[in-house]
């Protein structure tokens, strides 16, 4: 009888580690399925930064009518790592084309950089920084800068994965319409600074505050879309 009674014990044991031991594997990223995903962007260096330069010539090249060089998409079937695009094409009523900019490693932290190009033209900038664990758990997507006709936002990524932002109105010859082709970038007019912990969640409007609203659909768009 103590047999069977030890037998018992062990088996409901055996099962109660085998259920935790699956369940542990399924909350875990598929490891070779991350690593991929983290090759698609090129590898690069902390401290990191987006200056006013890089992103002013974005506006100004709008303008000239200047079409800009073609930027691969990240491949649809790794969107899943990039859980903040669902949020972003609801919010922004903007389907979410992401073209990997950048990757970042510290000692316990992965980091992506990707771009989400607003417009027809794909040619505003969006970008955000998306943080992980070394398995690969998403921990805080965070905007960190980007381009458009009213608003340009610098940055600058520290190895602490902190960043320094500074927000600009962007000033036009022109009142800015439809459209800012033909138009001419005339200055930029710092509106303050913030100090982002890039390992947090960002407070509740900051992304939704730096991306713009149009009337098209919301549904989350795939890089194959036209």
């Given amino acids: 009888m ?8 062990l088996a409901a044991a055996s099962f109660i580690l085998t259920t935790d031991s699956l369940s542990a594997q399924a909350a875990t990223p598929d490891q ?3 690593q991929q995903f983290l090759q698609q962007f090129p590898k690069a260096e902390l401290p990191y930064i987006i200056g006013t330069t890089d992103l002013s010539a974005t ?3 709008r303008a000239q009518g ?9 491949a649809a079937e790794q969107y899943n ?10 919010a922004t009523s903007i389907p979410a084309h992401p073209q990997p900019v950048a990757r970042f490693e510290t000692a316990d932290r992965y980091a992506v950089l990707y771009n989400l190009p607003r417009n027809a033209a794909k040619q505003y900038r969006a970008l955000y920084l998306a943080v992980y664990d070394k398995q690969g758990n998403h921990i805080a997507t965070t905007f960190v800068a980007g381009a458009n006709p009213a608003t340009l936002v610098s940055a600058v990524l520290d190895e602490q994965l902190q960043a320094k932002v500074q927000e600009f109105q962007v000033k036009w010859a022109k009142e ?13 007019e710092s509106v303050g600074t913030q100090s982002l912990d890039l390992g947090q969640t960002p407070a509740t409007d900051w992304n939704e505050r730096h991306e713009p609203k149009t009337l098209a659909s919301g549904a989350l768009a795939r890089n194959d879309s036209k």
């Fill in 2 to 9: 103590k047999s069977v009674i030890r037998f018992a014990l």
């Fill in 66 to 74: 200047v079409r800009p060089a073609a930027t691969p998409f990240l």
């Fill in 81 to 90: 790592f990039l859980p903040d695009l669902e949020r972003s094409a609801v």
């Fill in 32 to 34: 070779a399925a991350f």
């Fill in 59 to 61: 506006l100004e090249q």
């Fill in 176 to 188: 800015p319409g439809q459209s800012i082709v033909g138009n001419q970038l005339t200055g930029l």
